[in-house]
């Protein structure tokens, strides 16, 4: 099954893991970041990663929450 790809457009160089997952409302607060992240499993360019400070630019697809999103 072919999940859809979200493309999410930023426009600054990049925008961190923890921001990312606040942008797509998957948690409410940044605050959320660090206890979502150490239980959640998400995926960067096949490669699992949970570093909230993480950095994701144009071209990364980040798959979390059975969602695949791509940074455009």
Known sequence: MNKKTV???ISSEF??????IKYVDIIH????????LKTANVVI????DNRRGRK???N???EVENKVFKII
């Not at 925008?15 to 990312?20: N, S």
């Not at 360019?45 to 699992?48: I, L, S, T």
Request: glycine share 14%; hydrophobic share 35%; aromatic share 8%.
């Open 7 to 9: 493309e999410i457009k």
């Open 15 to 20: 925008i961190t893991l923890g921001q990312f």
């Open 29 to 36: 607060s940044g605050g959320e970041a660090k206890s979502y």
């Open 45 to 48: 360019n096949g490669e699992p």
């Open 56 to 58: 994701l630019r144009v």
């Open 60 to 62: 990364d697809v980040i």
